[in-house]
């Protein structure tokens, strides 16, 4: 891609918006992305980067999940390391962009994010990059994979990597099938309404240093407990997976990754940071194989929902069979 087509990509920010110190320290960098008001008011979103050491063309967005946001700096690192430009998004309602007037995560259609995902990508596009790998963690991977059917002739995206993607609730089948498809319908008429979550109450202490795990994190935006959800939410989950459990087509190489396992524990145990206790496995190894594309599905034996958390041995087979795949597809 040239230099001027580049600058085509970023021309639709009108202003050019400037980089600021990030909370994850010196390395680290954080740009707002303004939007239109939507049905709460003000909206943004933010962009947050680290640069490699030598200047690159290639580069990484990644996308986090449901009550979640970018803190991991490890992968940052590792993207780094091989030459990757390390780009992540804190979508609009969540972590650090979360506004003061807005209820935390709050979404009508997955498809809002879109607006930031392609803000972002602009952006890149003007920092000189021209091959991006987009990224994205359980709810964030449901996105990015709609992101990249959608748009299927993307000028800068080469492939995509899905780190225990949401491609269908965790329930029982007639719970799936009846159930939500119910709640949905509702929830088209009652956004605000709230439902039982569900997640488990021991994934994020199996993380959280303060508990059982190595990592720290804000703890307000990675909330150890979310009871209940809106109906809203539902709703947009339930309709973007019926586009997923229809077949989509993937027009770059895409690398899906999950745990070799899923678990629901009702007290604690360790088996919570050896397992997937978020979503079903066999959800993912499902879908996964129902899309079209040169799409490959890697199994972590040990990992947890978000793989990149797991055990130190573990997370390095993550980070290995990524890399194995990405230089295998010359990405």
């Known amino acids: 891609m040239d230099d001027e087509h580049l600058m085509l990509l970023g021309k639709k920010q009108k202003t050019t918006p400037s980089y600021q110190p990030d909370i994850l320290g010196a390395d680290y960098q954080q740009m707002t992305l303004d939007f ?3 049905y709460e008011g003000k909206v943004i979103a933010t962009l947050v980067r680290k640069k490699a050491e030598q200047k690159t063309r290639k580069a990484v967005l990644y996308i986090h999940g449901f009550i979640d946001y970018f803190f991991q700096t490890e992968m940052a690192d590792q993207f780094n390391q091989r030459g990757y430009d390390f780009y992540a998004l804190d979508l609009r309602k969540y972590g650090r962009s979360h506004l003061s007037h807005q209820h935390w995560y709050n979404v009508r259609s997955l498809s809002e994010y879109d607006a930031e995902i392609s803000a972002a990508l602009e952006q890149i596009a003007t920092e000189k990059h021209d091959s991006v790998i987009l990224a994205g963690h359980s709810t964030g991977g449901l ?6 059917a959608h748009h299927p002739n993307h000028p800068l995206i080469r492939g995509l990597w899905c780190n225990s993607p949401f491609y269908d609730f965790n329930m029982s089948e007639i719970e799936k099938k009846v ?3 119910r ?3 509702l929830g088209k008429l009652l956004p605000e309404m709230k439902f039982p979550s569900r997640l488990n ?5 199996s993380l959280h240093k303060q508990y059982h795990g190595e990592w720290l994190f804000n703890l307000e935006w990675k909330k150890p407990r979310y009871p209940k959800v809106r109906l809203s939410f539902v709703r947009a989950i339930h309709e ?3 586009e997923i459990h229809a077949s989509v087509h993937l027009g770059v190489p895409t690398l899906i990754m999950h745990s070799s396992q899923s678990s629901y524990p009702r007290q604690w145990n360790e088996i919570a940071q050896r397992t997937d ?3 079903n496995v066999a959800d993912m190894q499902k879908y996964g194989h129902h899309m079209h594309g040169d799409i490959v599905l890697c199994q972590i034996e040990n990992g947890v929902h978000d793989l990149v958390l797991s055990a130190p041995e573990v997370r390095a087979e993550v980070y290995q069979s990524l890399f194995d795949w990405l230089n295998r597809k010359g990405l």
Request: a neutral charge.
């Open 201 to 205: 109450p021991f994934y994020v202490p």
């Open 143 to 148: 996105i990015t994979t709609l992101y990249v």
């Open 183 to 185: 709640l949905s319908q």
């Open 277 to 279: 206790v978020i979503l």
């Open 240 to 242: 973007a997976q019926k």
């Open 179 to 181: 159930g939500i498809p």
């Open 36 to 38: 239109p008001s939507d």
